[in-house]
């Protein structure tokens, strides 16, 4: 089932063809542990340049989350999204992209931090629709054409800066890219493509992220576009290689790759019991008593991972006595 969008601002997208078998007994080089990302400065430092192999994350995510195909391409595409937008996160720093589009996918959460971690949720897990006229999976009419694309940029400063940008289509990839050029004011080159299986598992899944730098000039980006049209789509890509540095060269020859880094990055959620107590205590001394004496017990479940935490009567009373001992401080 090929779900696949290459994305040049304003410039036309390649067709996706079908994943063959050989795809499968391909040896899997972006296997848990070993680096997935690799960004690099390309054309005499004017332009950077970053691609994903996705396919571990997208399938730790449909394991979680019980994600049907479309949901699957959907949130695969918004996870290495948001890997790709936070590749110079620090310390604390959070990135969050949210997609709140018109479509029955009910919007879309991916949130990457520091250390190779990312995470995500969409509204309805269980989304399906009819292929679109191109024979592939509906991203595009699962995640809504109206609508807005949301990213937030954490910081660690007072306020937490959020950028918008009105959805062309529901592809995310071409979403993102709109929002760099008019949120950001730089033109980028964004694609993103994920392959579900007849199983329901991703079979491959990767993407990329061009950005002018400045003192990009207008021939450096019609080359690329240039380029790019005559590759096969991502998702090909990616299950062909297998390897993110070799899809960086697929797009740029090895030897214009300038500080080239690889990262780990995998679906990971630090949701934990104290958090959800805090969460709790969070509420106020009235709500936690109404939900000890009309309840007696209380489930949290976490968006991300969908892990549930449970708390008893006895729990409660202590998270209330707490609640309480903080409102008199």
């Known amino acids: 089932m090929p779900s696949d969008k290459h994305n040049v601002i304003q410039f036309p997208a390649n067709d996706e063809t079908a994943a063959g078998e050989a795809g499968k007994e391909r040896e899997d080089k972006a296997g848990a542990g070993n680096p997935n990302v690799a960004r690099a400065v390309v054309a005499q430092g004017k332009v950077q340049a970053a691609a994903i192999i996705g396919k571990d994350i997208i399938n730790e995510a449909i394991r979680l989350h019980g994600l049907l ?54 509204g309805n897990p269980g989304v399906e629709l009819p292929k679109n006229a191109q024979d592939k999976l509906d991203v595009g009419g699962a995640v809504g054409h109206n609508g807005f694309l949301y990213v937030t940029k954490d910081m660690g400063l007072k306020e937490p800066y959020t950028g918008t940008s009105a959805l062309v289509s529901g592809e995310i990839a071409e979403d993102l890219a709109a929002y760099f050029l008019h949120s950001e004011q730089t033109p980028s080159v964004v694609s993103l493509g994920v392959l579900i299986d007849v199983d329901g598992s991703c079979l491959a899944a990767g993407g990329f992220l061009i950005k002018a730098l400045p003192g990009a000039d207008d021939q450096t980006l019609a080359e690329m576009e240039h380029w790019l049209e005559v590759l096969p789509p991502v998702s090909a890509l990616a299950m062909q290689l297998g390897d993110a540095v070799e899809l960086l060269q697929a797009l740029f020859p090895k030897e214009e790759l300038q500080a080239l880094t690889l990262e780990t990055w995998n679906f990971s959620c630090d949701c934990s019991r104290q958090r959800m107590e805090k969460a709790l205590i969070s509420l106020g001394e009235q709500e936690l008593k109404d939900i000890l004496e009309e309840d007696g017990k209380s489930q949290l479940r976490c968006n991300f991972c969908n892990n549930t935490f449970d708390f008893s009567a006895n729990d409660l009373a202590d998270l209330l006595a707490e609640a309480k001992k903080r409102s008199r401080t």
């Open 69 to 122: 195909p479309l949901a699957a391409a959907a949130l695969g595409r918004g996870l290495m999204g948001a890997v790709l937008l936070g590749l110079n996160l620090k310390d604390q720093d959070s990135l969050t992209l949210r997609i709140k589009g018109d479509g029955p996918l009910e919007g879309l959460l991916a949130q990457a931090r520091p250390g190779g971690q990312v995470r995500g949720y969409v």
